[in-house]
């Protein structure tokens, strides 16, 4: 396996990236802030409006060192892609795919079943670790997404549109519970249901954030082995949307970002002050608090976890990254369905 | 790993100086600077190969010295530093 390097994050707006010689050099107003050998990275994320010197961002793609702009907020803005590379029969063989309604319904379902699996278990996880905090809603919502997921895995759904809707009531009842994981008392870190675009509430602004981290290194990943981050299976194919990115990263939400969320506020990682809370409505997190999520991230991604399936450890932060690799192998007709990534 | 990199180039002549920022601009892209001619690296071993191939181009051995420090995967444990100019951690989160 490949070895995990590290995530540059530059959070000051007024940071400018440059290149000189094989290093990264990050400088506020000429003054050199930092300079890391590119070697030691993986992927690059800005935060900042300044940006970069298109020498740099050659030589990050030169170095497969995925390098993406998001506002100061999280919202994705923009990524650089190289040259055009890798295979071009993988990618190929994944727009025949994207177009057989038939086989698109299959990649998306094991994905959707990862997905739901992974929520199941932090369901499980909870009313194991608190049994006398599982209220009667919570085990009927827990018994709805269970029986869900028996259904999928019959392979009960024949249409995307089915598949999504499907998706949609399994996923709703997953969220009716999800105030239930929060042990916080503070009333600001009580959660309804999701909302976006933007987040109206603080564990929304702190769930959108980490699936923001999550996409961008769903999207590298999968362009590391080749794929088209933008042709999706599940998600509808749209100008400027990485839907194959989408369709990956739900497999990941539960065990990565909603769990993640939930260990931020329940050890109190963030408080209600690290917020800020704008005229519309929208919930945002401070520029300080933001710092404190990212080093949280970047602590998490180093975790090792069992991968079931390749039967090895491997730290959470390469998790994409094999699965991209699974996906392809799968497109490529190496093995016979594409396994999701189930959290034991 | 983690390798220390010290050098100490002579610099009497003009063709010396040029060998000092030569042996210099090699190591920043490699490593991170620490001190004037100390480099913390963390490399794999081609990449280490790949220095010491590309100074022993630049070097005149007769008067120049460069020094190796494999310090192993957990090299860094071994560090500790005391006064101004901390070095940067290339395996920490690094948000700037």
């Known amino acids: ?344 | 790993m983690f390798v220390l990199v010290t050098y100490d180039v002579n610099t009497e002549t003009p063709e010396g100086r040029r060998r000092l920022r030569q042996v210099a601009k090699i190591c920043k892209n490699f490593g991170v600077r620490v001190q004037n001619s100390v480099f913390e690296c963390v490399v794999d071993s081609v990449q280490l190969m790949e220095m010491k191939y590309k100074i022993g181009e630049v070097i005149n051995t007769e008067t120049d010295s460069v020094r190796y420090y494999n310090l192993g995967k957990q090299g860094r444990e071994h560090v500790e530093h005391v006064g101004a100019k901390p070095g940067l951690n290339v395996d920490d989160a690094l948000i700037f």
């Not at chain 1, 040259?83 to 727009?95: A, M």
Request: hydrophobic share 40%.
């Open chain 1, 1 to 344: 396996m490949r070895k995990l390097r590290n995530v540059l994050y530059v959070t000051n707006p007024q940071s400018y990236l440059s290149k000189d010689g094989e290093s990264i050099v990050v400088s506020v107003e000429n003054q050199e802030l930092a300079r890391v050998p590119i070697h030691n990275l993986e992927g690059v994320v800005c935060f900042g409006f300044m940006g970069a010197s298109p020498g740099m961002m050659a030589l990050c793609t030169e170095n497969d060192v995925g390098l993406c702009f998001v506002s100061p907020y999280g919202k994705f803005m923009a990524r650089v892609g190289g040259k055009v590379s890798g295979n071009v029969l993988l990618r190929k063989r994944q727009y025949a795919v994207s177009d057989d309604e038939t086989a698109s319904v299959k990649i998306a379902s094991y994905c959707i079943l990862g997905k739901l699996m992974n929520c199941r278990t932090v369901l499980q996880r909870f009313s194991r670790d608190y049994p006398d905090m599982v209220s009667g809603e919570f085990e009927r919502n827990f018994k709805r997404l269970s029986e869900g997921i028996v259904q999928i895995k019959a392979g009960t759904c024949g249409s995307l549109n089915e598949l999504r809707g499907f998706e949609g009531i399994l996923s709703k009842y997953y969220f009716d519970s999800f105030n239930d994981l929060i042990l916080s008392t503070e009333p600001e870190f009580s959660f309804e249901n999701r909302s976006r675009r933007p987040p109206l509430d603080r564990v929304n602004a702190l769930l959108s954030f980490s699936y923001t981290l999550i996409a961008a290194d769903c999207a590298s990943a999968l362009e590391s082995v080749g794929l088209d981050p933008q042709v999706g299976f599940l998600h509808r194919v749209r100008p400027g949307r990485p839907s194959l990115a989408l369709d990956l990263m739900e497999e990941f939400r539960p065990y990565l970002g909603d769990r993640f969320v939930l260990s931020l506020v329940n050890n109190r990682v963030v408080t209600a002050g690290n917020f800020v809370v704008k005229e519309n409505g929208a919930v945002l997190l401070t520029d300080d608090a933001r710092k404190t999520v990212l080093q949280a991230w970047q602590k998490r991604k180093k975790e090792e976890v069992m991968h079931g399936y390749l039967e090895e450890r491997m730290p959470i932060g390469l998790l994409p990254y094999s699965q991209a690799m699974l996906l392809a192998r799968f497109l490529r007709g190496d093995i016979d369905g594409y396994p999701p990534f189930v959290v034991r």
